[in-house]
């Protein structure tokens, strides 16, 4: 499985950016998809994820102004960012968990998501 991310750039705190992720290769193993960040200095968190059942989950820190969807047919997961502040920057991840497994198995490349204030 690869994951191809894309999106991130730079923006003013307030406002909203969307990335995306999408996989490629053996995706009907993939259960859970997700994003993760880290930010210079820290460990990397989970942002959110999804599954194919649909079920969300959030960090938070984010919740309210963070959205994840995903299209199935597409094999992507899309993070809509909305109310973006400073604390937002960081590297973002995205991953995939197999089914039957609990940790990440599949990173994708980090795109750099920078709010400036």
């Known amino acids: 499985v690869q994951l191809q991310a894309s999106g991130g750039g730079l923006v003013q705190a307030g406002g909203s950016l969307r990335v995306s992720c999408a996989a490629s290769?053996?995706?009907?193993?993939?259960?859970?998809m997700g994003w993760y960040r880290q930010a210079p200095g820290k460990q990397r968190e989970l942002v959110a994820d999804?599954?194919?059942?649909?079920?969300?989950n959030y960090a938070d820190s984010v919740k309210g102004r963070f959205t994840i969807f995903r299209d199935n047919a597409k094999n992507t997961v899309y993070l809509q960012m909305n109310s973006l502040k400073p604390e937002d920057t960081a590297v973002y991840y995205c991953?995939?968990?197999?089914?039957?497994?609990?940790?990440?198995?599949?990173w994708g490349q980090g795109t750099l998501v920078t709010v400036s204030s």
């Open positions: 999804i599954a194919s059942s649909g079920r969300t």
């Open positions: 991953a995939a968990i197999n089914r039957f497994e609990t940790t990440p198995r599949y």
């Open positions: 290769g053996i995706v009907f193993s993939i259960n859970v």
